[in-house]
């Protein structure tokens, strides 16, 4: 084998890729990155059996063939090499020489014969997004999803296909969110579960472009995503998600109608008297015209009100400061309303058209008022 191609072509391409090279492994051929020009274009492919990544990239072949080359020694070496073009070429399956300018690297290469592929999916049922929508909604919602493994589907994201409606769901015991899309064309019916960490990857990858779209297509055990010149393969989240319009409720006895980055800036200046780790709730005090927030710690205490609009009853409730403020901070419109049963009920952050719902759980704050 032997191709040349830009070091920024190269360099894109491998950082692309290499989001799916697992870090801790027993098969050394997962390490790796697959150089494949065997055909009439250069892939650059890496696969750790759950999420798998595959992207082209420009360059010429010289020399058609297939070499797979450990990706933390290869990314290092691209990354450091002279702006100019790069060569790679083989001459067995165990060494490859990379040149580029004066500086020469041979190192230990792999047969690509032993690499594993990525699954080949039918693409006959799929939807389209933007990037720019499916960025979004990646960010809008994967703040809540759980952190670790003891509950494997808090781990992901609920997709969910209604008609013309995707609606993605996250959760992680202590809060839900939830965003609505409205698809240009209506669809089947279809729901998955979508590991966190290919949702997480995606985001880094895509560009955010509104005009460039995604394609996104589904069989029983993965997801994939096509755009640009990538494909990312995961495997899902086996299992039923939970029950999430049980959790979800119409009734309220009291609503706020507030401005957003006053509320967000106020939380935000209380944290200031938080340590990390630390787990002191937000009081926030509910009466005709204001709300009052409060915090109390070691470190000493805050309290600043802030003018609403409100309708029902006065509250008195307490949060974990961090979970609204990753709600309000992916809200784009510039007032927010706010509806609560009471002092033990969740708090739903959503709008009229219910294109975002955040539920939070209040946290129990009488040894601190």
């Given at each position: 084998?032997?191709?040349?191609?830009?070091?920024?072509?190269?360099?894109?391409?491998?950082?692309?890729?290499?989001?799916?090279?697992?870090?801790?492994?027993?098969?050394?051929?997962?390490?790796?990155?697959?150089?494949?020009?065997?055909?009439?274009?250069?892939?650059l492919t890496a696969n750790d059996m759950e999420l798998g990544i595959e992207t082209?990239?420009?360059?010429?072949?010289?020399?058609?063939?297939?070499?797979?080359?450990?990706?933390k020694i290869f990314s290092e070496i691209v990354r450091k090499l002279p702006d100019?073009?790069?060569?790679?070429?083989?001459?067995?399956?165990?060494?490859?020489?990379?040149?580029?300018?004066?500086?020469?690297?041979?190192?230990?290469?792999?047969?690509?014969?032993?690499?594993?592929?990525?699954?080949?999916?039918?693409?006959?049922?799929?939807?389209?997004?933007?990037?720019?929508?499916?960025?979004?909604?990646?960010?809008?919602?994967?703040?809540?999803?759980?952190?670790?493994?003891?509950?494997?589907?808090?781990?992901?994201?609920?997709?969910?296909?209604?008609?013309?409606?995707?609606?993605?769901?996250?959760?992680?015991?202590?809060?839900?969110?939830?965003?609505?899309?409205?698809?240009?064309?209506?669809?089947?019916?279809?729901?998955?579960?979508?590991?966190?960490?290919?949702?997480?990857?995606?985001?880094?990858?895509?560009?955010?472009?509104?005009?460039?779209?995604?394609?996104?297509?589904?069989?029983?055990?993965?997801?994939?995503?096509?755009?640009?010149?990538?494909?990312?393969?995961?495997?899902?989240?086996?299992?039923?998600?939970?029950?999430?319009?049980?959790?979800?409720?119409?009734?309220?006895?009291?609503?706020?109608?507030?401005?957003k980055r006053e509320l967000l800036d106020c939380i935000d200046r209380a944290t200031?008297?938080?340590?990390?780790?630390?787990?002191?709730?937000?009081?926030?005090?509910?009466?005709?015209?204001?709300?009052?927030?409060?915090?109390?710690?070691?470190?000493?205490?805050?309290?600043?009100?802030?003018?609403?609009?409100?309708?029902?009853?006065?509250?008195?409730?307490?949060?974990?400061?961090?979970?609204?403020?990753?709600?309000?901070?992916?809200?784009?419109?510039?007032?927010?309303?706010?509806?609560?049963?009471?002092?033990?009920?969740?708090?739903?952050?959503?709008?009229?058209?219910?294109?975002?719902?955040?539920?939070?759980?209040?946290?129990?704050?009488?040894?601190?008022?």
């Amino acid at each position: 084998m032997k191709i040349v191609c830009t070091k920024s072509n190269l360099v894109k391409g491998v950082s692309i890729v290499s989001k799916a090279v697992p870090s801790k492994t027993t098969m050394p051929i997962l390490e790796c990155i697959l150089i494949d020009a065997s055909a009439e274009e250069i892939k650059l492919t890496a696969n750790d059996m759950e999420l798998g990544i595959e992207t082209r990239i420009e360059g010429e072949i010289i020399e058609r063939g297939i070499i797979a080359l450990n990706a933390k020694i290869f990314s290092e070496i691209v990354r450091k090499l002279p702006d100019n073009d790069v060569v790679i070429e083989t001459e067995s399956d165990s060494q490859a020489l990379i040149t580029c300018e004066k500086a020469k690297f041979n190192i230990a290469a792999q047969s690509g014969d032993d690499f594993s592929y990525l699954p080949v999916i039918e693409k006959d049922d799929f939807i389209t997004v933007t990037e720019f929508t499916l960025k979004e909604v990646i960010r809008q919602t994967i703040f809540s999803i759980a952190d670790n493994d003891t509950n494997k589907m808090m781990t992901g994201e609920l997709f969910e296909i209604e008609d013309n409606m995707l609606k993605v769901v996250s959760l992680d015991g202590h809060r839900i969110s939830i965003r609505k899309i409205e698809l240009k064309d209506s669809y089947a019916s279809k729901k998955v579960i979508v590991p966190g960490k290919t949702l997480q990857e995606i985001s880094k990858i895509i560009g955010g472009e509104a005009e460039a779209e995604v394609d996104i297509s589904f069989t029983k055990n993965h997801i994939v995503f096509e755009f640009d010149k990538t494909v990312v393969v995961s495997r899902l989240i086996e299992g039923e998600y939970f029950k999430i319009d049980q959790m979800l409720s119409s009734d309220y006895e009291t609503k706020v109608k507030i401005n957003k980055r006053e509320l967000l800036d106020c939380i935000d200046r209380a944290t200031l008297l938080i340590k990390e780790g630390d787990k002191k709730p937000i009081i926030i005090d509910i009466r005709d015209e204001s709300m009052e927030l409060k915090i109390k710690s070691q470190i000493g205490s805050m309290d600043e009100e802030i003018f609403i609009t409100k309708e029902g009853k006065d509250l008195l409730i307490g949060f974990n400061p961090k979970f609204l403020i990753d709600a309000l901070r992916v809200i784009e419109d510039e007032e927010v309303e706010l509806y609560f049963m009471n002092a033990k009920a969740p708090c739903f952050i959503k709008d009229e058209a219910q294109s975002y719902i955040y539920l939070i759980l209040p946290v129990n704050f009488s040894a601190v008022a």
